[in-house]
């Protein structure tokens, strides 16, 4: 039973007992290097690994969404399948 462990084995284990990217046991009385509040990592190698990591995905995520609210999708009459168009935008009511 490891430091960080609850008294029952039934338990999760403690966020504190491994390094999110790699697994590896963090040990007693060791430097734990932190991100994003509560998810820890053993070096700073891993710790930027993953920060980068979320970076890529974030723009990723942001380049999608941006090109698929520019794009338009039109409906098919032939298609029994296909779905109404609906126009996103700001409504302004005077």
């Given at each position: 039973?490891?430091?960080?462990?609850?008294c029952?084995?039934s338990q999760?284990?403690h966020?504190?007992?491994?390094?999110?990217?790699?697994?590896?046991?963090?040990?007693?009385n060791?430097?734990?290097f932190?991100?994003?509040?509560n998810?820890?990592?053993?070096?700073?190698?891993?710790?930027q690994?993953?920060?980068?990591?979320?970076?890529?995905?974030?723009?990723k995520?942001?380049?999608?969404?941006s090109?698929?609210?520019?794009s338009?999708r039109k409906?098919?009459?032939k298609d029994?399948t296909s779905?109404?168009?609906?126009?996103?935008?700001?409504?302004?009511?005077?």
């Amino acid at each position: 039973m490891s430091h960080y462990s609850g008294c029952m084995d039934s338990q999760k284990p403690h966020f504190l007992e491994a390094c999110f990217l790699c697994r590896k046991p963090l040990g007693y009385n060791s430097d734990i290097f932190m991100y994003r509040g509560n998810t820890p990592f053993c070096s700073k190698e891993c710790r930027q690994e993953q920060i980068e990591v979320d970076e890529s995905t974030r723009k990723k995520s942001w380049k999608m969404s941006s090109s698929s609210s520019r794009s338009t999708r039109k409906s098919d009459p032939k298609d029994s399948t296909s779905k109404k168009t609906v126009r996103t935008g700001t409504v302004a009511v005077a």
